[in-house]
């Protein structure tokens, strides 16, 4: 069981900058995959970006260039660093751990650019 709290959404202007964070309650290290997915009303969850325990990292066509995910090892967090901020990037942001074939999600973080 992995247990993912997600914080620092809000709202944000166009073009702004926000950091979100995940901490797991185990070590990140022994995921196989870790990343943030996000849900707007009316789509479906996306992919904003993952990487993997071999060293693969993605990110969503949407989001390449604008955001970057990064991990923690010695806290057990993941962070995501999300500029120039764009209303369409307004969406719950949630948390996946992937271990053993499992999905494990947090409960979520609501993130609006809005000016």
């Known amino acids: 069981q992995v247990q993912l709290v997600e914080s620092g959404g809000g709202l944000v202007q166009p073009g702004g900058s926000l950091r979100l964070s995940c901490a797991a309650s185990?070590?990140?290290?022994?995921?196989?995959?870790m990343g943030w997915y996000r849900q707007s009303p009316g789509k479906q969850r996306e992919l904003v970006a993952a990487?993997?325990?071999?060293?693969?990292?993605d990110y969503g066509d949407s989001v390449k260039g604008r955001f970057t995910i990064s991990g923690d090892n010695a806290k057990n967090t993941v962070y995501l660093q999300m500029n120039s901020l764009k209303p369409e990037d307004t969406a719950v942001y949630y948390c996946?751990?992937?271990?053993?074939?499992?999905?494990?999600w947090g409960q979520g973080t609501q993130v609006t650019v809005s000016s």
């Open positions: 185990r070590s990140i290290s022994r995921m196989y995959a």
């Open positions: 996946n751990a992937q271990i053993m074939g499992t999905h494990y």
């Open positions: 990487f993997t325990s071999g060293g693969t990292t």
